[in-house]
């Protein structure tokens, strides 16, 4: 059974044997919540279908490939759900489809992936495995642009663009079936995560990789207006430990948490801190593009005092320490995430944000 009153070690004893599947297990945030349940002992069956440009990626678990299991398939897939689902105590549904760029392209893709698919697992849960506990992972995107700041999780939901609401979509059927099916069920809304094992191909899924690797490759950073939009950044680390708590805890089920960071930080001072970390680059501000304007949020930052309150979680890597993380793996492992990696010197002498 699930802890109810769970604090952070609590919920790491919790794992200790206790069978797990991640859904997009080879991803950003499941291949290093995939490490961390290793750690605490727990036996880990990663699932991913490794679909091109969504950033599932092998090396992302090459240090732990021989303490997990993994199967590539793919979540809409009804008959593998079937056979993976029953042994499971704990899902945590990380698959998705997550660039808001792609969803306008090709909107019926992001349909099928993010709706779909959530949809046919639950349907497995509902009908071989009725006491699985499932975690999934939502985003501030089904926000919109704020009426107000912080962002709490009675704000209007106002999607700017078609991911934003399939992923509403996604987490309502969770919802659903916590309610009416009894499939203990939670929601964690993401909010800009970033750090190693991250998607560095494109620039379609985030926009913190690719100031990295830009400043890695002493390329130029290009922000859209005057680059004054402040965001709430989320170090994967604190994101994983959220991840553990809503699924160790009962009274994680059927409720919604955003997530957040420490504090909030312009793009434009996002950009310059990254240049002068990773040692390269420059910062320059143009006009919107067209394309892009109309999804624009504008400035977002959340109020996550609902799950600090109700789990105990908060945010405890700031943006500088998390930064330094994030460029030093890229600088250590970055031809396993873009194809041209420029010779990386460990040290280097920062250079002056230019706009």
Known sequence: MACSDCGYDTAHRFYAGRRVMITGGLGFVGSNLAYRLVELGSPVLLVDALLPDQG?????????????????????????????????????????????????????ADLEINCRGPLVLLEACRLHNGGVKVVYTSTRQIYGRPASLPVA???????????????????WYHLVYNRVYGIRATSLRLTNT????????????????????????????????DGSQLR?????????????????????????FNLGGVTP??????????????????????????????IDIGSF??????????????PKVDVTEGLQRTIAYYRAHGRHYWPTVPEMARDHDPVPLRA
Not at 69 to 91: F, K, Q
Not at 277 to 283: I, K, R, T, Y
Not at 305 to 314: A, D, F, H, P, Q
């Open 56 to 108: 599932g990626n092998l090396f992302n678990v090459s240090a732990i490939r021989d303490q997990v299991h993994l199967r590539i398939a793919d979540l809409r897939d009804a008959s593998t759900m079937a056979d993976l689902v029953p042994e499971c105590e704990v899902i945590f549904n990380l698959a998705g489809q997550v660039s808001h760029i792609d969803s306008m392209r090709d909107p019926l």
């Open 153 to 171: 999780e009675t704000h209007l939901k106002q999607p700017t663009d078609v991911n934003g609401v399939n992923k509403m979509a996604g987490e």
């Open 194 to 225: 970033y750090g190693p094992r991250q998607l560095m191909m494109h620039n379609r899924q985030g926009f913190i990789p690719w100031f990295i690797r830009r400043a890695l490759e002493g390329a130029e950073i290009t922000l859209y207006g």
């Open 232 to 256: 709430d950044l989320t170090f994967v680390d604190d994101a994983v430990e959220a991840l553990l708590l809503a699924g160790a805890n009962e009274a994680a089920n059927g409720e919604v």
């Open 265 to 294: 930080i312009t793009l434009r001072d996002l950009a310059g801190r990254i240049v002068e970390l990773a040692g390269g680059g420059s910062v320059r501000c143009v006009p919107w593009p067209s394309e892009k304007k109309p």
């Open 301 to 314: 930052y959340a109020d996550y005092s609902k799950i600090r309150r109700v789990l105990g979680w908060e």
